[in-house]
């Protein structure tokens, strides 16, 4: 798909429990990529369920980050 | 459970033969999506709507309507489905601007009935409901985008297909005759206001222009109050194979 | 970064990977290679088991069948964003090769033609889907695949349930319809067996192995798969070529695998032994069904039989 | 006979929750043992119970003939035939049981709260839950 933005997914089980990083899904709108996340992730009956654009979640500890003081 | 009027076994029957084929139509369609998250989609709301159809099979037999006739037993003659559906012809955009009018349609005549004892089955149906509509939504607003003129051709046809579903607008208040006996807390004409000004709202500030669509549909006199639609036709004789289960009659289980 | 010998020795001692920038080249081509193959299988079972699903003999059933396609396609959706992940272009492995590109298992190259044979590949291929699947949630050393496969292992499950209820409601329900699985059984058994790939003797795929992005080998695999399909089997009177072997204490084929498949007649030619190097091949032309199922994932319309 | 049967499913199993407790509590003795054979099938897709579910809303016995009322978490459920002959199929072979009619109900609409803090620790421990 052209023109897409990917979504990191977000959901929590239970009340109480941690929120787990579930997963992706590529979306042309803010509000598709909520339906496509509520289809996709359909494994549960989420007490919270959440869609985050990829480029605006900035890393700062582990996943592509390296700690190095640059030379 | 208590007997209804003929007119409201007429309304859950079109509501139901709709979905059927709705159901249908999501389950044909559910890999010819743009994305992997469309299908998925697609496929979960062919079962959702199965789900629905289901329980309202069960509420049509309590009034006295046949098993087998209601599971396919019949002619597509005798099918009650909005008529856009009795086929698509076309890309996934048609399919789209087809499904997405008559799917909310449904909802809103079932969000109408007023009735204790299917309360809750209704309230069920509205949280699936809920994500289908969004969806579809949200799906026509990308394509309102990408191929208005697509949309607007397609919605020309289905919408007035989708309005004649729910009925004329001479059904008001003073004369909707299930509001009359109580099965609904709201007339036909205010289900069309409620969905004419969905799509009004939601196509304003786009490129698709709804300004050929015929709001006034159905013409009141050319009506048929049991199909709820304006002419003849119906499914093709493939959709009824299927539907019918008839290619592998020899594996059903009693 | 370390060096492939030591990240592999790291990865035998339970080390778990996370992201791209923990992999050495190695894995990463191990790890992509897997999830591609994995991808491709789930993605094309849904085209492979859709017109049976549209045709099942009822609505309850119909609705069962079409909640396994959905399935499917979420289980090869989560194999693309991974690869995604990793730099492929999800778009372009879905939507822009050509179908003898795709690398799913040969048993979804084939055509499934009535009920019976789907609901038999509901019971035994996708039995051999998770037990690949299970080893890998077990084993693996990625960790994002492992927390995806949560969501695989409880829907394929069910389609085992599916598959399994379905199968014994038929092999009762007549003579006919026992007779229609043992014809679906016939074809899809030698496939299933061969959906392992070649035996540990012949060759390992160590890469795999020694990256730990599965745990098991593919004869080892293969027993896990037999352990659980005769049984099933003989409780179903249905007649496959293998047996439990008491003093060898496994599963045994009662045919020298692998032999000869006439894919016309979906007939397998157990007197006719060939080499793994045939098989890959008859795998790398791809089946029957393989230009049709990948049309249908990419065409964007539905043809509508008249 | 169990203390539980015999003080009329008063108290039902600590893993009920409040929902199935008040369901069960008008229980017949005949009535608590078809509870208790129900509680033994699983749900298909996860490992606790229908009744630990809280999908058995009522089961009614009227001189052989069992009444059983159900609901489900998701209308479309692909198990929807499965599990109503899975309660069908338990309770026949009871004895004193001769007939079983399952009546699907949607009122009240099933939800997560009708499940108790034990049944969720133990799909929680599975690695899964609704």
Redesign the interface.
Known sequence: MTGTTKYAVFGRRNEGDDTLHLGTVSAHSDRLAKTYAYNTYDEEDWNYLAVVREEDLLEVEGGNVRREVPQ | MSEWPAAAVDYVQAITDTKLVLGHRYAQWSLAGPSLEDDIGGSSAAQEEVGHVRQLFRKLESQGRDGDWLRGDRDPEEFANASCLDAIDGDWTEYMATIAPVDRAAWYMLDAVDRDDMDGMITKMGEDEYFHLEYHDARLETLADESPEKLRSTLAETLPSALALIGPENLDDDADPLVDAGFTSQSVEGIRERFVDHYRDLFADTDVSLEDVDWDAPDADAWDETRRRVGGGGIRKEDLVQIRGERNAEFAIE | MPTEKQLKKQLQNGKMI????EMTEGYKKALKRILLVSGDTE?MS??AY?D?????????????C?????DE??H???A??LL??LGED??EL?YEREPHEFRNTYGFDQHLE???ELVTAHGIFDRAGMVLLGDIYENTSYAPWK??L??VE??E??HL??GE?WMR??AN?SD??HG?LQDAVDWMFPMGVEWFGMSDEQKRNTEQLDYRIKGKSNDELRQDWLSRTLPLMEELELDVPAHYDEEADEYVLEYDMPVAFDQENKEWRFDEPISWDDVIDRWRNRGPANEKYVN??Q????S??? | MSAKQRTGGASGPSHESEFVQRRRAGASTFEEQLWTELDGIPDPHIPVSLVEMAMVYDVTADDGHVDVEMSFPCMGCPAYDMIKNDVRSCLRVVDGVDSVDVDVVWDPVWSKDMLTEPVREKMRNSGISL
């Open positions: 996370e992201s791209e920038a993605l849904a085209p859709y049976q699903s549209l045709n099942a003999p009822s609505i309850d059933a119909r609705a069962s079409i909640s396994v396609v959905q396609l979420g090869g959706h989560i693309y964003r995604e992940d999800r778009q879905i009535n009920f019976a927390r995806a949560t969501k409880k829907e499950q069910f349930r599916h209820t409601r038929l329900k006919k319809t229609r249908m994932i065409s964007g319309e539905v509508v039989q008249v």
